[in-house]
């Protein structure tokens, strides 16, 4: 029997972002394979989160490439990547937190992406939308945060799914919306 290795990371993507502790027994149950056949695909957890790190970046690169951000205002680029990125929302949010990601630096692929995202932002700042106090990596691990905790909600189903990128956007952008002197005043 052939398995599709593909369906196996959805599988393990869908466990994991439920319970990230998760057994490589439990995940091959999930994926309906043995663990014999889980061990011949990824010879162990890190195999398997490293080939579930590289599905991700996948993913999120499509829908960074999807979202436009380059083109138009970039308040609304945000908001066209918060609706792109809320179907990958728990395999980021998985992502995000899983430490072991992290032990040896940055995959350089993470490091693309954060690129273009922080340069999201900074168009941002330079429009004018965006406040200048926060810095743009400050403002793409807010949105990073934000969007793992939105697929958080989703799942314990405490949010609607389709509410998830609207309330995502309206707090980030509330956030960093850059505001005149009288404004800030008012808001205190």
Do not use: C
């Amino acid at each position: 029997m052939s398995v599709d290795r593909d369906h196996v990371l959805r599988e393990a993507a869908a466990l994991l972002t439920r319970r990230a502790t998760a057994s490589m027994d439990e995940i091959a149950k999930a994926a309906g394979i043995g663990r014999a056949t889980l061990h011949r695909h990824f010879a162990g957890r890190d195999a398997l989160v490293r080939a579930l790190e590289d599905l991700g970046i996948q993913q999120f690169g499509q829908a960074l490439d999807a979202a436009r951000i380059e083109e138009g205002d970039a308040a609304g680029a945000v908001r066209r990547l918060i609706d792109e990125a809320e179907p990958v929302a728990g395999m980021l949010a998985f992502l995000f937190t899983e430490n072991q990601l992290y032990e040896n630096g940055t995959n350089e692929g993470w490091n693309r992406l954060d690129a273009r995202v922080q340069e999201l932002f900074r168009r941002g700042q330079e429009e004018g939308a965006f406040r200048l106090d926060l810095t743009p990596a400050w403002l793409t691990e807010a949105l990073y945060g934000l969007i793992g905790t939105g697929a958080w909600a989703v799942q314990d189903r405490r949010v609607a799914a389709k509410d998830m990128p609207r309330m995502v956007a309206e707090l980030l952008l509330g956030g960093a919306e850059r505001r005149t002197g009288t404004e800030r005043r008012m808001k205190r």
